[in-house]
């Protein structure tokens, strides 16, 4: 009877009303005709999850529903830290969280804090329980706690999820090992190699250098397991409807322990079909639909990200194309943006910037991008030959160039970076490194010449604009907030010697922080009060909201990038000088946009635009709106 209802059930029934259909449908476009089997099982882990839903977050999924473009605000600030780099513990980042708010920080990802597998685990991304958090962390109930003291200062708690892979040691695989047919059936596993060689011929390789190859032969098993990562991270098996289910079940468990943001680690992988790399097959989309829209139900706070590092036309999808439009992830990275950054900061040319950044299809309205310069992983070339053929150049050339330019081999190369991953099959060389150290920083401060500094903190500066002016959540990532340099002694922590992405995976520095505070005039110093200046400068720039794209307006100079945002509060010219020269361009383009004057958001400054010609400084960065 209706009357008997209570608040809660109805809650759930109207959700259920709203958002099982979309569930019904991912699920069988995989599932088939076990579609309603599935469908019961997801509405018992559901029914279970929202009653357990402590109340302070279910005031939280009330604030979200009245704010769905909660993410998308211009105010949304990312930071990206190891926990035990950061601050030790769990805890411990509850007692640093000042230093967070101090830099506007309202989105906090925690990189992998899950139980890994002991020794080798690639920097936690082999878990080897979702119910626990690594002990030297602390405790399920320590994460619960800093997620509530998060809530209070305006920060998300942000985790990955894993869900290309398990650690050999879960549970699952070892009930698997021991003969489980249940079990065996999570993963993909072949008696011999006829199957592994045919697959084989379309995959590529994730790491060539220490895992070459997509399988791993198991002595105890007897069997082949498909391992697209490390030999020791076992690909799941997700056309097994289990897997899903004990997936939706671990994503309410953290939901309701606070974690706001789910990173969806190598989303992309998940689906398997022969005679392709096994990338972005359309399964992936229909499940990551039929996930998202079920943890809406019992859990409408929480948002996912998807890590798909592919190539632009595969990466919309991820935010949802066609029949997934607003059903999939909420935001994904921008990787592209990232590297062609670097490609125009080494090359001092952003034409292939222009052709690449104008590829992208428009991402649906509701949904933003992750922005980044840099993070924990190495930057791979990801430049089509296509591409850097329509801006003039040879594809296989310029990589090596920025290869080269980038460990610091090129003349002239301002950059201190490492090569990871030398493929010599495709000749990739991917590169490690902080972003002070690429961005001149290291080999500035070592040669004491005060122009190459300034430089090199414009440079750092200048790449952060881009990233917070784009549109989508900026991930600061730790250390750059004060430009950071690499690790030196990356390679002493044992396990971490044959992986230089250590490198750029340093112990927060609190006294360099506390010298940087000290004097705003040092480098450090510089690089700290302007970080902490742009940010302060977007959080009040509503022309920033990410539902506005941003648009490549042809460049002027090939030393410049100039986006254009119209944004119905008006519109918005940015611009960014890539070299260290004056560029002086025709002022009548930007006064054609902008009127006969405009305002610099970032300095200040107003321009007049009703002249011949103006001039842009060495790595400026400009966000021009009209000035009336
Ligand atoms: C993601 C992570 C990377 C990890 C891989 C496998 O790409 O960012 O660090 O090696 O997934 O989980």
Redesign the pocket.
């Known amino acids: 009877m209706a009357s008997m209802e209570s608040a809660a059930d109805r809650t759930f029934r109207l959700r259920w009303e709203r958002w099982s259909p979309d569930i019904r449908s991912g699920l069988a476009a995989v599932h088939h005709d076990r579609v309603d089997e599935v469908l019961a099982r997801v509405e018992t882990i559901l029914r279970s999850a929202a009653a357990a839903r402590p109340d302070d977050l279910r005031e939280l999924d009330e604030a979200r529903l009245l704010r769905p473009d909660w993410l998308q605000d211009p105010s949304m600030m990312g930071y990206v830290a190891y926990t035990d780099r950061y601050a030790g513990t769990l805890t411990g980042v509850g007692e640093r969280l000042d230093h967070l708010t101090s830099l506007g920080v309202s989105y906090l990802h925690l990189m992998p804090l899950l139980r890994p597998r002991e020794g080798a685990n ?2 936690g ?1 082999a878990v080897a329980d979702h119910r626990s958090v690594r002990p030297d962390l602390g405790t399920m109930d320590d994460l619960s706690a800093l997620a509530a003291q998060l809530r209070e200062r305006g920060m998300s708690l942000v985790l990955d999820l ?1 869900v ?2 398990v650690a050999a040691e879960h549970e699952w695989a070892e009930r698997a090992i021991a003969g489980d047919q249940k079990y065996r059936d999570y993963f993909i596993t072949y008696p011999d190699r006829t199957e592994p060689d045919a697959w084989e011929r379309t995959l590529p390789e994730v790491f060539p250098d220490f895992a070459p190859g997509n399988f791993t032969w198991n002595e105890r098993m007897g069997r082949w397991v498909w391992t697209t ?1 490390n030999a020791y ?1 076992w690909d799941l098996n997700w056309a097994n409807p289990d897997v899903f289910c004990e997936f939706l079940d671990i994503i309410c468990t953290l939901a309701n322990r606070g974690v706001e943001v789910f990173r969806l ?2 989303i992309a992988f998940i689906w398997k079909r022969l005679g392709t790399t096994c990338q972005n097959q359309p399964e992936v989309h229909q499940l990551t639909q039929a996930l998202r829209q079920a943890v809406r139900i019992a859990a409408p706070a929480v948002a996912f990200k998807a ?1 798909a ?1 592919v190539s632009p036309d595969d990466l919309i999808a991820y935010l949802g194309a066609g029949e997934h439009h607003g059903l999939v992830s909420d935001m994904a990275y921008h990787n592209s943006l990232m590297v062609q950054l670097w490609s125009s900061l080494a090359a001092r040319d952003t034409r292939l910037t222009e052709v690449a950044l104008d590829r992208f299809a428009a991402k649906p309205t509701t949904t933003t991008w992750g922005t980044y310069v840099r993070c ?2 190495d930057i791979g070339w990801a430049i089509t030959d296509a591409d850097a053929a329509a801006a003039g150049l040879d594809g296989f050339a310029h990589r090596a160039f920025l290869s080269d330019f980038y460990a610091g081999l090129a003349p002239g190369s301002f950059a201190r970076g490492l090569v990871f991953q030398h493929n010599p099959a495709t000749g990739d060389r991917r590169i490690s490194g902080s972003c002070a150290s690429l961005a001149g920083l290291e080999t500035a401060l070592t040669s004491e010449d005060e122009g190459r500094i300034t430089d090199a903190v414009a440079r750092h500066l200048m790449l952060h604009a881009v990233v917070m002016g784009f549109g989508g959540v900026p991930l600061l990532y730790m250390g750059d907030e004060l430009g950071m340099l690499n690790d030196a002694d990356w390679a002493t922590e044992a396990g971490h010697e044959d992986d230089n992405r250590w490198v750029h995976r340093p112990r927060m520095d609190w006294d360099l922080l506390a010298a940087a505070e000290a004097d705003h005039a040092s480098p450090h110093g510089r690089i700290l009060v302007g970080m902490r200046h742009l940010i302060g400068v977007r959080r009040r720039t509503p022309h920033l909201h990410a539902s506005v794209e941003s648009r490549v307006v042809p460049s002027p100079d090939p030393r410049l990038l100039v986006l254009r945002r119209d944004h119905p509060v008006g519109a918005m010219l940015q611009v960014y000088n890539f070299s260290e020269q004056t560029v002086w361009v025709d002022a009548q383009p930007f006064a054609d946009a902008l009127g006969p004057a405009a305002g610099d958001l970032i300095s200040g400054h107003r321009w007049n635009l009703a002249t011949d010609r103006v001039s842009i400084q060495p790595y400026q960065p400009l966000w021009w709106v009209a000035d009336r």
Do not use: K, R, T
């Open positions: 690639d920097g991304y894993v290309n892979h990562f991270q680690d190598a890590e590092i924990h992983d």
